[in-house]
């Protein structure tokens, strides 16, 4: 099991933080670029205290090993790093954790307007966040673990898009667009434009938006509701296209044809696209007849 391994600047702070805790405050202020600097200052500071040399070192060895513990392995993040949906949520639930536990840590590179839309920034992102964790009652390796297990469950339990993923047709920029259009759930973050990045876009508005309304059970059962029966609508018309093999085609018509259009369709209750076939074929027939007769 391969451990990950922080840089200089979050060993630093690690040790920064551990002496605090211990009730001395030295801080590297920035200057120290090198841990091992960093830590002969320490060392000759706690000296002048009149620590003993054995203590002090005991105390590095201890700083040390948490640090290295608390570092999860490899494979404890393949979840998020094979997942662009579980990378943008676990960005998510990071800023907001960090911005409202840790607001003078400087999470800007986690926030929607610095982060692009990409799985393998968002992972940069995730490891950066890591390598400079600033939350001091949990280790990265302990975050890390707690939140594969709340992605494991909402998989399992809260799969509200399952079917739309596992669907034949295409059908992310659907699903992208009834969110935006038809909800307040979307995320505040540039949604991009592959079929991965949607789906990931979709995935982690709803999860986001259902943890935050977990006080509003109805609320939740309600956008279910709403969504289950856009979706069997949208699945009829899939099947249709599927079916009739229908082509999307763009035609420009004068407005008195389009106001013929809307008031035919009102009164016969057929969709425009079923008038417009209609007219077709029955044009087409009638065509075919006249030549025939001739």
Known sequence: MVKLVGNESSKIRNLENKLIAHGYHFQSNGIDKDYRA?????????ISLNISEQEINAFFAKVDNSYTSGFPSEN????YRNDPRASLWLVCVLYEKLKSETPEYNSGFLSPVSLQPSHDV???AIRRCMDEWPILYITQSDFMK???IEWAGLLDQHDLFRSVRSSKVDVCSWLRDYLKGN??????????????EIMSWCYASYFMWRKNNLHSPDSVELFIRKFKSAWSTQKNRNKNKEEKKLVTMSVNISQQAHDM?????????MSNNAIIESAILRLYKSKNTKEHSK
């Open 261 to 269: 259009l809307r008031d035919m369709s009102m009164k016969d209750t």
């Open 146 to 148: 707690d939140q594969s």
């Open 122 to 124: 968002r992972i940069d």
């Open 183 to 196: 909800t307040s759930i979307g995320l505040k973050r540039i949604c991009g434009n592959s079929p991965e």
């Open 38 to 46: 960093y830590q002969v200052r320490v060392f000759n500071y706690l």
């Open 76 to 79: 404890e993040l393949d979840w």
